[in-house]
């Protein structure tokens, strides 16, 4: 099945993309600068939003099929607008074992991740111990449709099925209290629903944090 998302990923996100995404993650991106971690890339939709005050950026991405797409991605963008001054490196790495020393980056960045990953809280415990003080979490997830019961209904039934189909997807999470509860100090955060998205999928939270 991670083969088979891997090639139509981008395909089925387009829509979603156009419609909000693009600018949702140009907005987060924007400030960034220093040395920047990226947690599961998959096929590197943030890459043209980085600014170029970013001097280098790691991507993490385990799953071999979406990095082999990341890799792919990373070369066109090199050639679209090369940045000699910025390092670049992708490593297979899984979020909740970051093979980097503690104090390592300015920022840590998360989009659509948390949502998949086995522990969020042990990852989040990782990419908080990279950071250096102050360090900036970015994040963009879908989450529990918390104010909407009917909605919350819905993606809990959905949920078993959904997480087979979509790489462990889980719809019912609450980010934000497992962002804070990580030790995160959520300086904004914003709610919005996911223009053209699946309605089980829609509830999103994107904000920074800072350590």
């Known amino acids: 099945m991670a083969w088979f998302m891997s090639l139509i990923y981008d395909r089925f996100m387009s829509n979603v993309e156009e419609a909000c995404l693009v600018e949702w993650r140009a907005d987060l991106l924007r400030d960034l600068a220093g040395e920047v971690l990226e947690i599961g ?44 001054s910025r390092a670049l490196d992708i490593t297979p790495a899984p979020s909740d074992a970051l093979p980097f020393p ?9 989009t659509l991740v948390l949502c998949s990953v086995p522990d969020p809280a042990r990852s989040l415990a990782e990419m908080r111990r990279v950071l250096r003080p102050a360090g900036k979490l970015i994040y963009l997830e879908h989450v529990a449709a918390e104010d909407r ?4 209904a819905w993606q809990r039934r959905i949920e078993p099925a959904w997480k087979h189909l979509a790489g462990n997807c889980h719809l019912t999470r609450r ?37």
Do not use: C
């Open 175 to 211: 980010t934000a209290d497992t962002i804070r509860a990580a030790g995160f100090t959520i300086d904004r955060e914003q709610r919005e629903s996911m223009h053209k998205a699946m309605f089980f999928t829609r509830p999103t939270i994107r904000g920074v944090a800072h350590k």
């Open 41 to 84: 890339a998959g096929t590197g939709a943030n890459l043209p939003h980085y600014p170029r005050a970013v001097t280098r950026l790691v991507l993490t991405e385990p799953d071999r099929h979406m990095r082999l797409k990341l890799h792919e991605r990373v070369w066109h963008e090199r050639a679209r607008a090369p940045s000699p």
């Open 149 to 152: 019961p009917d909605r919350l």
């Open 102 to 110: 503690d104090s390592t980056f300015d920022a840590v960045v998360s």
